[in-house]
């Protein structure tokens, strides 16, 4: 049982460039979401899905894009890097079922993605 | 939405000493608070969680305490130990989404 597989764990663009962070779930949870790290500002939601075909925004969602195709794959796309975006990126999911219930149950991290935008 | 604040942001204790931290949160509505670990380098892991309905929960070392009326809640670890040394953070559901603390660097002195 892998849990929440994110990849590449390390990434380096150019501002401009586009690129798409991956992120894989085996435990069937209906809740996924992302999140950015940053010194002193705890973990931020960029967005987050509720089950397959449905994504909504979180706090801080301009500069990203997401799709919700399968139950287990939620990926989040840069479209065009900024420096601001320089961070450490967490996937998470949590057991929601078709009905949203994330309140319900814990959120399982992944191991996060340090991207480095110059 | 939701802001959830977070006390101390650094915390420094002897071995075998207790810490504790402190969130408050704004929302009556909220009714889902766990807590999560981080260690370096990794993604943060669930250490305990309590719901709206109890007022106090524990597990070992670890125990959790909220009151709704304040609307805060608190983490207790006792008889510290050098590998609780890591981030520390407080959640707060509300809607469809969870709010963090913004974490709490926690060192245990041997």
């Known amino acids: 049982n892998a849990g929440v597989t994110q990849t590449p764990k390390f990434q380096v663009l150019k501002t401009g460039q586009s690129m798409t962070l991956q992120c894989a779930q085996d435990m069937n949870h209906e809740y996924m979401s992302w999140y950015r790290q940053d010194p002193g500002m705890g973990l931020r939601l960029i967005h987050y899905s509720v089950g397959a075909g449905i994504t909504d925004q979180g706090e801080v969602p301009n500069g990203y894009n997401v799709s919700r195709s399968t139950t287990e794959d939620f990926p989040l796309r840069l479209l065009s890097a900024a420096p601001s975006q320089t961070s450490v990126y967490f996937c998470?999911?949590?057991?929601?079922?078709?009905?949203?219930?994330?309140?319900?149950?814990?959120?399982?991290f992944g191991n996060g993605t340090r991207l480095t935008v110059t | 939405g939701e802001n959830v604040e977070q006390h101390p942001s650094t915390l420094s204790v002897q071995e075998g000493d207790s810490a504790v931290i402190k969130c408050t949160y704004s929302d009556s509505a909220s009714n889902y608070f766990p807590w999560y670990k981080q260690e370096l380098g990794k993604g943060p892991q669930l250490i305990i969680d309590i719901r709206s309905n109890v007022g106090e929960k524990k597990d070992q070392r670890i125990a959790v305490t909220l009151n709704k009326t304040a609307k805060h809640f608190s983490l207790h670890i006792t008889e510290t130990q050098p590998e609780d040394s890591a981030v520390y953070f407080c959640?707060?559901?509300?809607?469809?989404?969870?709010?963090f603390g913004t974490g709490t660097s926690l060192t245990v002195i041997p």
């Open positions: 959640a707060a559901t509300y809607g469809n989404q969870f709010y």
């Open positions: 998470a999911s949590s057991y929601g079922g078709p009905v949203v219930s994330s309140y319900n149950s814990p959120l399982h």
